[in-house]
């Protein structure tokens, strides 16, 4: 996790969900899963206003699952597509956390 910008005084935490090799793909997304909910849940007890999550582009699974969980289990999020100059096409997701 690095911090990145700043957002109304408070520094956006990135997260880079990506593995190192070795893990199922099975193993590899309950994983990668786990560690979005607790650092979004640490983000959100710690009040800040958004966070980035790195997931990559390849077929799309972590980033879709990443959106449902977010529309079904996290109603004060809104979420969408982070900076393409500063993460690429589609490889990360923007979170915004209101208050």
């Known amino acids: 996790m ?3 910008r700043h957002s109304a005084g408070r520094q956006t935490r990135v997260v880079d969900l990506h593995l190192k090799p070795g893990y199922s793909k099975a193993d590899a997304l309950d994983r990668q899963l786990a560690r979005f909910r607790g650092e979004l849940d640490s983000a ?3 009040g800040a206003g958004e966070i980035v999550f ?8 972590l980033k879709n699952e990443l959106n449902n969980i977010l529309l079904s289990e996290y109603p004060s999020c809104t979420f969408q597509d ?11 997701t923007l979170v915004v956390i209101k208050k």
């Open 82 to 92: 982070a900076p393409f100059a500063r993460f690429g096409v589609y490889g990360a």
């Open 2 to 4: 690095t911090p990145d």
């Open 54 to 61: 790195i997931h990559g582009v390849g077929a799309g699974i």
């Open 44 to 46: 959100i007890r710690a």
